[in-house]
DNA sequence: GACAAGCACGAACGTTCGTGCTATTTGATT
DNA sequence: AATCAAATAGCACGAACGTTCGTGCTTGTC
């Protein structure tokens, strides 16, 4: 036994599952009897850790943002300089979404679910998304403080095209299962910093 | 009425009526009854048109499919010049995910359901997305031929680039709302443009 | 050793899902 | 106007959905 009460540890264990399996079927897709099967748990077994499953949904995302920043944050902080910080984000990553995660990036699957869709999921996402947008975007600013990048550089726009760059290699590699999706995004990772850096 | 018999019509309706929808809630989330009342029409009524729901959802990609040909690709196919092509092509494709499918692109929603799902469906998706790919790719190689593209591009990987640029727009719009994501897209656009061009 | 709290179970709830059958209505052809 | 096929509705099905409830085990506290 790793740490908690014997229920937390369960819900831990029912978290880390529904994780995965979210990734490939969806927060909606994901049902509370399949995950309890998968388990060896009975439904309201499992059911009673989470009181509804809008809150079991938003449980989920939370546990996969807290391997989000562990897997693919807490590598990029420990760089001192912001552009090393960059790179390490990135490589992570592609990481995350290429290996970690059984369907690709639980995010970018949520998203594309519910960004029509009102309620605390949605917003959840929302804010879950600014962050990291404006992670990157202050790795940016650093980056264009300590001088690497050039002085006139829109760091908002340095964070939206580094996004797009990290989708374009998640739809290339689970739709097409291209091997050359790394290399892609990594070359136009490598152009985004060529256009980014001070001349 | 338009063309053809009856059955043909309601079909074509009940097909724009179901695009529309399967682009908010998904194709998996689009249910039979939910799609039958919309229309007034029973459930068993509709569902004749279509022997079985994986058959709706492949009719719904294929109808979905001509609209986008007709939205997008066909604007695109009347420019001469193939950067005439392609910035018409990526125009017409913000208006596409932004404008005419009501909760973004079909395709989009699509391919982050079905990526891991194996089955006719993702078939299909591969399919078109193969051939959306490859068109991109094709325009650019005739401007390369033609001059205004530097003769060492990777086709490919600017095709990639130009598909990453438009996952990026879709997911700024959609989730964030963002007013920005237009202004954003084009500029990542202009970059990609500048980066392809002879010197 | 008694007792409370935490935890998981099986059964059942009302609803909705996709999918078949059987009528009945509708539209086209003569 | 009559006929026949095509199109739609009505109805029912088994399964699965999220959810609730009562009931036992297990664990830890007095």
Known sequence: MTTGTKGERTRETILDEALQL?????????????????????????????????????AILEHGANHFIATVVHPSLAQGDP???????????????????????????????????????????????????????????????????????DAAQFAHDFQSILLGFNQARRLLRDPDAETRARRAFARLLADAASR
Do not use: N
Request: some cysteine; aromatic content about 10%.
């Open 83 to 153: 552009v090393a910080a960059l790179r390490t984000l990135f490589t992570a990553w592609l990481e995350w979404s290429g290996q970690t995660m059984a369907g690709g990036c639980l995010f970018v699957t949520a998203i594309v679910e519910y960004d029509d869709r009102p309620g605390a999921v949605r917003d959840l996402l929302v804010e879950f998304h600014r962050r990291w947008i404006d992670f990157i975007a202050g790795a940016a600013k650093r980056a264009v403080s300590s001088g690497p990048f050039r002085a006139d550089l």
């Open 22 to 58: 979210a990734t490939v079927v969806g927060l909606e897709g994901l049902t509370i009897g399949t995950l309890a099967s998968r388990l060896g748990l009975s439904k309201s077994g499992l059911y009673a850790h989470f009181k509804s499953k809008d809150a079991l949904q938003l």
